[in-house]
């Protein structure tokens, strides 16, 4: 998708006709920030989790490097084969070649956006490989051919009849049933016996501890274990920012993560993972590879502001507190990171004469930047790229800097300027809009204002001129 | 091709070395409270249960029979465990006669067994210890007790000795010496799996066990 | 990014910086604000040179542009080291914040720093530095608040204002559902991304119709502007009323 054409506009047309699917967020996104609250309500204590949070993170990417050559050191004693990808191209190869040196052609696959940001499942089934998703929200929505539309619950904006439908059109002998207990239920049959019969599985890492060479793995269901402990092949794939340095990182940075991702206190497994079965051992995988991906992160370490991106723990939860995301959902963005993490993500990854568009679509109201883990200054960083779509200074660093410049917002902000830089230029606009304002063209962004809106009233004489009258005193 | 798109990465990551400086704040600012152990089972049983876990606090001496009841409670036709775990033979010899179990150890490398473990209704695993601030069970699958055991069969029953609840994951970290060897897989498991995928509404034993009991041994 | 700042004591003198949209829109607002910082004993100078904040350009990707006109703000308060206190909360962020992020690498950046840490917003100001007290003499009257997200999660504003409006005892403050929830205006967004805008202050109007208020107060007019905008097109009878106007009449009956 990345290099696919984004028509922004029309999908947030779509997006917001779209009654049921805006009621369908609005409802599990509120129901979300609740939980988080009711799981962290001391306030001094969760800004004490963030600053350990935030530390670990920053501590990580200041020794990047490092950290990473441990990680590749400790995992290979360990006996997990470690191997890098530039690009995603390139980590797509590499898993279809672990997954042709065994003959395999079935993938269980447990959550992992990096797999979502490589388009694997498609790539790997233009190749004859079956890959299937088995967390349950991302199982849905592969049955009906979507992307997911949220990082964490991705079939968020299916309500239960919709998902009943799908699991009575594309599974077969499955009657339509809209009770969540039993749609659960059949999800269970169906994906028990995938992992029972399943060559190779798939999993992402949510901290990869450099320390001891553990790649560990949050989540509730179980088939993250399933596709890490059932198959004979286990491969992990991770982007480069995932290494923390140690296991005392851990305890602030899960107990966040969980919070603020499903507002529970904790998931139900933490699976760390340090080498494959060893001699004597009856289960587990025989083999263990670990794909670390680069993908544009390395670049965005060479930036002070851009690397905070690479704090990034996937939480999700500056998605549930957007008021743009709650009301156009995930698809929207045409992107697999949606949301305030996809507005500057997704710009550095993909370009900016693509995705640019994305930072638009912010009100910069900082409601992500008050709720996310690890305090990345997600505001900043979309001003960031807005000024980077149009490089005036032309030291852009961004993909695609400068690729929003145009002579008429280049004259209409030289024309701002002048307008309030000049205090006598200043006074006699104002006094115009006082005396004309109200017979503008309705066209523009007068226009786009009026839409819904009546036009703004010009007062007849400025505050400059009222406190002058009164005599208040001025310099 | 890997090895060279290794070294471009790296070249990178040390480049951006010399463009940034990069500030990295205090951490070690939080702490969960430190608590005595009644505190901790207290806890650990609330937390748990909060999950729908079921826990039973029971003396050594009583555990065996606590078992009995929590399998005649749900008449499981199999039940597997590890041979030659701690209470192997506290098993063989109370699970028998009239509505009891099949008892079937996990003996053979998960090849062989895999199609019959499917199949079970009940694996009963030891645990390392556990954490009273999340309640949580630290289990690290051994040759002895393998990992499928606490994850495929539809119930885990988990037996946990009292004195090795910790108070935080933190505190266990330390304590157990993880940083010195992590073994194959180390997990921890605070409830049956659950999912809340469709309309956030919460649902148990999606793919793993359906039910999560353990019995805490005082 | 909410913060506690140091209130100045004693104080005598202030300069009150309008914003561009008061002054052209909104001077009322404007006065009022002036007036309530008086009637609490403190002299106000307002100097003539000042224009915008800035925020405008910041916010839409023209940062020298920006640059330049926060420029010729510090220079216009720079004769004296009074408090400056802002009738918005938007405004007030982005001088006491984002100031000294613009000139982050520049050698005025300590200079910069220096001002913003005067910068104050108003009703933040009166509860916090001035400890006004007011007695209403108006009629009773069922209104509603909302926070622009800057006063509320850059300046910390909302329980001050919350607080003056409680000074007043013929007023009675019904919440909005989704207080919390910014109301669509961010600038050049309500341009650049007009359907999302809509669909945003759609809510909010909705939201503060539920309440049954007479009037939506604010500490912001770019949400007032957009807020009332939309209220007024869609025929809902609610009031947008800047908090230091709404004031100002009550406690002068
Ligand atoms: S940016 Fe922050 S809030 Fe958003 S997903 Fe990442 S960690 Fe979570």
Redesign the interface.
């Known amino acids: 998708m990345g290099s696919q054409h984004l028509d922004f506009?029309a999908n947030?047309?779509e997006a917001?006709a779209d009654r049921q699917l805006r009621a369908n967020f609005k409802s599990a996104l509120t129901g979300l920030m609740k939980k988080r609250v009711a799981v962290l309500p001391d306030e001094a204590e969760r800004e004490r989790m963030r600053d350990d949070a935030e530390a670990a993170k920053r501590n990580a990417l200041a020794k990047l490097p490092e950290l990473l050559e441990r990680l590749e050191r400790k995992c290979t004693e360990n006996g997990i084969i470690v191997h890098w990808a530039e690009t995603t191209a390139e980590a797509n190869e590499i898993i279809l070649g672990i997954m042709r040196s065994h003959d395999a052609t079935k993938l269980v696959k447990g959550k992992s956006m990096v797999s979502e940001e490589m388009h694997l499942n498609h790539f790997l089934e233009t190749h004859g490989i079956e890959a299937l998703e088995t967390d349950l929200g991302e199982f849905i929505i592969q049955l009906n051919h979507e992307p997911p539309s949220h990082i964490i619950v991705p079939a968020v904006h299916k309500n239960r009849q919709q998902v009943g439908r799908i699991f009575a059109d594309n599974l077969e002998g499955i009657p339509y049933t809209d009770v969540v207990e039993e749609l659960n239920a059949i999800a269970r049959r169906t994906l028990r016996e995938k992992f029972r019969t399943g060559h190779v599985g798939l999993s992402g890492v949510n901290f990869a501890v450099a320390e001891t060479g553990t790649l560990v793995l949050v989540e509730n269901e179980g088939n993250g274990r399933m596709c890490t402990t059932v198959p004979p092949v286990h491969v992990a794939v991770m982007g480069l920012e995932k290494v923390v340095e140690s296991l005392s990182d851990l305890p602030p940075l899960l107990r966040l993560l969980t919070a603020s991702a499903t507002g529970q206190l904790v998931t139900t497994y933490v699976n760390c993972i340090t080498s494959p079965r060893k001699e004597g051992e009856r289960d587990g995988p025989k083999e263990i590879h670990l794909v670390i991906l680069d993908n544009g992160r390395s670049k965005m370490l060479a930036d002070a502001q851009l690397r905070r991106t690479l704090q990034c723990i996937r939480c999700g939860t500056c998605l549930n507190h957007c008021?743009?995301y709650i009301?156009?959902g995930g698809h929207a963005y045409g992107s697999v990171y949606p949301g305030p993490i996809g507005k500057i993500l997704t710009p550095q990854i993909d370009g900016l004469a693509d995705k640019g568009v994305l930072a638009?679509?912010?009100?910069?109201?900082?409601?992500c930047?008050?709720v996310c883990p690890v305090r990345i200054p997600i505001p900043?960083i979309i001003?960031r790229m807005?000024?980077?779509?149009?490089d005036?200074?032309g030291d852009g660093v961004v993909k695609g800097h400068g690729a929003?410049k145009n002579l008429l917002?280049t004259l209409v902000?030289?024309g701002?300027?002048l307008?309030?830089?000049i205090?006598a230029l200043?006074r006699f606009v104002?006094s115009m809009?006082?005396k004309f304002?109200d017979r503008l063209p309705n066209v523009g962004?007068l226009k786009?204002?009026t839409?819904?809106?009546?036009?703004?009233?010009?007062?007849p004489?400025?505050?400059?001129?009222?406190?002058?009258e009164?005599g208040?005193?001025?310099? | 091709m890997s090895s060279t798109a290794r070294d471009r990465i790296f070249a990178r990551l040390h480049a951006a070395r010399t463009t940034v400086s990069p500030h990295v704040p205090q951490g070690g600012n939080w702490q969960a409270p430190m608590l005595d152990k009644a505190q901790r089972i207290e806890l650990l049983k609330t937390r748990m249960e909060t999950v729908r876990s079921e826990v039973h606090v029971v003396s050594e001496a009583e555990w065996p029979a606590k078992l009995l009841e929590v399998l005649k409670a749900r008449e499981p036709k199999t039940l597997t465990y590890g041979h030659d775990a701690w209470f192997g033979g506290t098993l063989r010899s109370k699970v028998k006669g009239k509505g009891m179990p099949k008892l079937v150890p996990y003996g053979e490398n998960v090849e062989a067994f895999r199609d019959e473990l499917f199949g079970i209704d009940v694996g009963i695993t030891s645990t390392l210890g556990g954490i009273a601030e999340n309640g949580t069970l630290i289990v690290w699958p051994t040759p002895q007790e393998p990992r499928l055991l606490s994850l495929v069969p539809t119930v885990h029953v988990a037996l946990l000795k009292a004195d090795a609840i910790y108070s935080t994951l933190a505190e266990a970290m330390r304590e157990m010496r993880w940083a010195e060897g992590m073994p194959t897989n180390a997990l921890l498991i605070s409830g049956p799996s659950k999912t809340a995928d469709i309309e956030m509404t919460l649902a148990f034993g999606v793919h793993g066990p359906k039910e999560l009991i353990v019995l805490v041994l005082e | 990014?909410a913060h506690t700042f140091t209130y100045p004591r004693d104080v005598k003198t202030v300069y009150y910086f309008?914003t561009?949209l008061?002054?052209?829109?909104?001077?009322?607002a404007?006065?009022a604000g002036?007036h309530l910082l008086r009637r609490a004993g403190v002299?106000?100078?307002?100097?003539?040179?000042q224009?915008?904040c800035?925020q405008?350009?910041?916010?839409?990707?023209?940062?020298?542009?920006a640059r330049?006109?926060a420029?010729?703000q510090i220079k216009?308060f720079s004769?004296a080291d009074w408090p400056i206190v802002v009738p918005s909360g938007s405004c007030a962020g982005m001088m006491r914040h984002h100031y000294p992020?613009m000139f982050a690498n520049d050698p005025e950046y300590f200079d910069v720093r220096k001002f913003s840490e005067r910068i104050f917003e108003l009703g933040d100001f009166l509860h916090n530095a001035l400890h006004v007290q007011y007695k209403d003499k108006g009629k009773p009257v069922k209104v509603t608040w909302h926070s622009s997200?800057?006063a509320m999660?850059?300046m910390g504003a909302t329980a001050a204002a919350k607080a003056l409006i409680g000074q007043l005892s013929n007023v009675e403050l019904v919440e909005i559902e989704r207080e919390?929830?910014?109301c669509?205006?961010?600038?050049t967004?309500?341009?650049?991304?007009?359907?999302?805008?809509?669909?945003?202050?759609?809510?909010k109007v909705e939201d503060i119709r539920s309440t049954g208020a007479s009037a939506i107060l604010s500490g912001d007019c770019g949400c007032l502007?957009?807020i009332g905008?939309?209220m007024?097109?869609?025929g809902v009878p609610v009031a947008p009323r800047h908090l230091a106007e709404f004031i100002w009449e009550r406690i002068n009956g």
Request: net charge negative.
């Open positions: 506009t947030v047309t917001l008021p743009v009301r156009i638009t679509a912010s009100s910069l109201c900082n409601a930047e008050e900043g001003r807005r000024t980077e779509a149009y005036e200074k929003k917002e902000w030289k701002w300027e307008t309030y830089r205090p200043n104002v809009l006082g304002g962004p786009a204002w839409s819904v809106r009546t036009a703004p009233r010009f007062a004489k400025s505050l400059h001129q009222l406190v002058k009164e208040i005193r001025h310099e | 990014m309008g561009c008061v002054d052209m829109s909104f001077p009322q404007g006065m002036i002299e106000v100078v307002f100097p003539q040179e224009s915008c800035g405008p350009a910041y916010n839409s990707g023209f940062l020298e542009e330049a006109v420029r010729a216009a004769k992020e997200c800057h999660r850059e919390y929830e910014c669509g205006f961010g600038g967004f309500s341009i650049k991304q007009p359907e999302i805008s809509a669909a945003m202050v759609a809510d502007m957009n905008g939309a007024e097109r869609a």
